[in-house]
């Protein structure tokens, strides 16, 4: 099931953070983002936290437009291949004020996510040199088809 993140979250979430990835966020980075206005944090609970997204949701007023920054997501590796990174975007996509505007960042040789980002209709804008470290790119990434439905 996906749900909004509570703080009692957190440490699960971390755990997960620290699994998936070499510079792992902060308490407070999480923290941080359940107290922002523009943040929309939710987590996939089976029996337990097994992934979660983040992203913040910012409306155009001036092109009448919703843009969402995907900024954060990862499923545990232990959870991988099941769909679970699917579900987590397309709930945000399907929740997400129409037209919208969707934009990410994703590591170069992350190939699983930058597959399932094409899949569900991005596409890449540019590269971010060293965006993860030294010599650690990144793909920016932009789903151009604003009005996809994702239910």
């Given amino acids: 099931m996906i749900r909004r993140a509570v703080e009692s979250d957190i440490e699960d979430v971390l755990k997960i953070e620290r699994e998936v990835y070499d510079s792992p966020w902060s308490y407070g980075n999480f923290l941080s983002e ?17 992934g979660y997204i983040i992203c913040w949701e910012i409306f155009n007023e001036d092109e009448n437009l919703n843009e969402i920054e995907i900024v954060n997501v990862a499923v545990s590796q232990r959870y991988q291949h099941r769909g679970i990174g699917r ?3 397309k709930y945000i996509l399907s929740k997400s004020r129409k037209p919208f505007v ?5 590591r170069v040789d992350n190939v699983p996510a930058f597959n399932l980002y094409i899949s569900l209709g ?3 804008t540019g590269i971010r040199k060293d965006f993860y470290g030294k010599n650690r ?3 920016t990434m932009k789903l151009t088809n604003c009005e996809v439905e994702y239910a």
């Fill in 34 to 50: 359940l107290n922002n206005s523009v943040s929309r944090f939710y987590v996939y609970d089976e029996n337990g936290i097994c």
């Fill in 87 to 89: 579900k987590l975007l």
């Fill in 102 to 106: 969707c934009f990410l960042d994703v």
């Fill in 122 to 124: 991005f596409d890449i």
């Fill in 137 to 139: 790119d990144a793909y």
